[in-house]
């Protein structure tokens, strides 16, 4: 690992005032940065590591009325145990509870799931040996090589790995508000297909809180190989909001979570068996896999409606 500057921030402010200048990142539990850092995948390295876990109030989970405010540094853990959470947002609690291990999940927070960088066998090789164009290169190796775990939506010229963030889904489709040092970002337009970054963050952004409205009723499914830890293959969230519409999102399927109107259309008129198929298959009609992932769409189809059925 190369060197750098530690610095613990004592606010969100300093913290972000100190990384103003490209040349420095944060860390929250660590359990992302750290490996990227140890391998070295990416071409250029930070010449400070701010520790945002030094700033003392930024890891509650508040129950706002309308909505659940929490903290960017809560853990995991905390979300997945949080009452409130469980009874307000229950798609959000299911998805921490999902995410990785219960080691990680005691350090890993929640600001730090949704800035977690790609799962790509070629974006995290080490020594940047593949300079992929998330990196700044040129080409994407999945659309040649070993794309069994790569995205399912069709022929672009970008970055073709997956967003494996289990929270991403469950927030976009809770309809939930990114609060960062600058501004607020809809949790929809938070997550970025391509560029360096998984998401719209600027350098010296840090995000501060996230704030969740309560749905009437919601749900997350997760499809991975090993059921204690593992990435989503496939994820999917819905939820039904306080006027009854649903919102139905994937994830593991595009660079970041895709949003589906089309199935969110079949269950407008209520969800039954047949509507919730029905939803299904309008989610992956766009689907275009590539050589080795065709069996991706299916897993998708199923999530979607076995996700609408959990919350009919
Ligand atoms: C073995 C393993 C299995 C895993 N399985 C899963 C899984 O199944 N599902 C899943 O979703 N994730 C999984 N993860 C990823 C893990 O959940 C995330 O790494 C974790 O949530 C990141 O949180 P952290 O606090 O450790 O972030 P860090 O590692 O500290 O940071 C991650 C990134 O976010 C940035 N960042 C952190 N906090 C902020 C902030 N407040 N504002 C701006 N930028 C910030 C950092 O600069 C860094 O780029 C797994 C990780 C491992 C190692």
Not at 55 to 62: L, N, P, Q, R
Not at 112 to 120: A, E, K, T, V
Not at 234 to 262: I, T
């Amino acid at each position: 690992m190369k060197h750098f500057t530690h610095m613990e921030a004592s606010s969100a402010k300093e913290a972000a005032q100190n990384a103003s200048k490209g040349d420095a990142m944060f860390i929250a539990g660590g359990t992302d940065l750290i490996g990227t850092l140890k391998d070295e995948i990416l071409p250029t390295y930070p010449i400070t590591v701010i520790d945002l876990k030094t700033i003392g109030d930024m890891d509650g989970i508040e129950d706002a009325g309308d909505a659940i405010v929490i903290g960017a540094l809560a853990k995991l853990a905390d979300v997945a145990e949080s009452e409130a959470v469980a009874t307000g947002c229950a798609a959000l609690s299911q998805a921490c509870e999902r995410a990785a291990s219960p080691t990680i999940r005691s350090m890993a927070t929640i600001g730090g799931n949704i800035c977690q960088m790609h799962r790509c066998w070629y974006f995290r090789t080490p020594d940047d040996r593949f300079h992929c164009l998330r990196k700044g290169g040129e080409y994407c190796p999945a659309r040649i090589g070993d794309n069994r775990y790569h995205s399912i939506y069709g022929d672009q010229d970008g970055c073709y790995a997956v967003s494996s963030h289990d929270t991403a889904p469950a927030l976009v489709a809770l309809g939930a508000t990114i609060v960062t040092t600058d501004r607020e970002v809809p949790a929809e337009e938070f997550f970025r297909a391509n560029g360096a970054r998984s998401n719209v963050l600027e350098d010296g952004e840090v995000v501060t809180q996230i704030k969740v409205p309560k749905a009437q009723k919601s749900a997350f499914q997760k499809f991975a190989l090993r059921k204690s830890i593992d990435f989503p293959l496939v994820n999917c969230a819905a939820a039904q909001g306080q006027d009854g519409a649903c919102r139905v999102v994937l994830g593991g399927v595009f660079p970041a979570p895709v949003r589906s109107e089309a199935a969110e259309a079949e269950v407008s008129g209520g969800i039954s068996e047949s509507s919730a198929q029905a939803a299904g298959d309008a989610a992956v009609a766009e689907c275009a896999p590539m050589s080795k992932n065709a069996y991706k769409v299916e897993i998708a189809r199923t999530l979607v409606k076995r996700t609408l059925l959990d919350i009919a």
